[in-house]
T-cell receptor, first 121, second 114 residues
Framework: GAVVSQHPSRVICKSGTSVKIECRSLDFQATTMFWYRQFPKQSLMLMATSNEGSKATYEQGVEKDKFLINHASLTLSTLTVTSAHPEDSSFYIC?????????????????FGEGSRLTVL | AQKVTQAQTEISVVEKEDVTLDCVYETRDTTYYLFWYKQPPSGELVFLIRRNSFDEQNEISGRYSWNFQKSTSSFNFTITASQVVDSAVYFCALSTGANSKLTFGKGITLSVRP
């Protein structure tokens, strides 16, 4: 079964509203989670690294005020798309490494959530 | 900087054919991990394999096999006797250093026709 769960899987909203997407690790603690964005028929682009207990680290070109990330607990990270516009419509997917503090050398695998498809009208 | 190149964009085969998906990577790190993920139409990413840079042994898992060649910086994926259910987008990805951030290739859309 899934070890990383995202909610909602699909959301449609009006332009100007804010949308929150949750990413949960189900049977393990994740001090680090990653948020990716995927446009139709394109690859996944890393948006930011979510760190429990500290600020998220954003990739170059990603607006931190637009995409608010909160790593509230060891099993939950949220991505809030603020004042969404049609160009924010995309597939957002989170991932978490199981075991260790995000260091692949002592983790098993990197698990991905089911993804959340955002459509902004 | 690291980079993953999947030169093939779309491949179409008839069921039962073998198909190889190519992946070439670039990194200056000596320690790195390579991954293959499958993304079916439903959208979720399905983990297929992880290989570290110190293990060049090829791997076979059922109809799937992977050929890791450091000399050519390639990590190719072969599906033997393809099935319709193999139709999906396949991503090759690379991670280096002390983090789990992945750099993805652009993906290959595989269509297996009955």
């Amino acid at each position: 079964g899934a070890v990383v769960s995202q909610h909602p899987s699909r959301v449609i909203c009006k332009s100007g509203t804010s949308v929150k997407i949750e990413c949960r690790s189900l049977d393990f603690q994740a001090t680090t989670m990653f948020w990716y964005r995927q446009f139709p028929k394109q690859s996944l682009m890393l948006m930011a690294t979510s760190n429990e207990g500290s600020k998220a680290t954003y990739e170059q070109g990603v607006e931190k005020d637009k995409f608010l990330i909160n790593h509230a607990s060891l099993t939950l990270s949220t991505l809030t798309v603020t004042s969404a516009h049609p160009e924010d419509s995309s597939f957002y997917i989170c991932s978490a490494p199981r075991g260790g503090r995000g260091h692949l050398l002592n983790t098993g695998e990197l698990f991905f959530g089911e993804g959340s498809r955002l459509t902004v009208l | 900087a690291q980079k993953v190149t999947q030169a093939q964009t779309e491949i179409s085969v008839v069921e039962k054919e073998d198909v190889t998906l190519d992946c070439v990577y670039e990194t200056r790190d000596t320690t790195y991990y390579l991954f293959w993920y499958k993304q079916p139409p439903s959208g979720e990413l399905v983990f297929l394999i992880r290989r570290n840079s110190f293990d060049e042994q090829n791997e076979i898992s059922g109809r799937y096999s992977w050929n890791f060649q450091k000399s050519t910086s390639s990590f190719n994926f072969t599906i033997t006797a393809s099935q319709v259910v193999d139709s999906a987008v396949y991503f090759c990805a690379l991670s280096t250093g002390a983090n789990s951030k992945l750099t993805f290739g652009k993906g290959i859309t595989l269509s297996v026709r009955p």
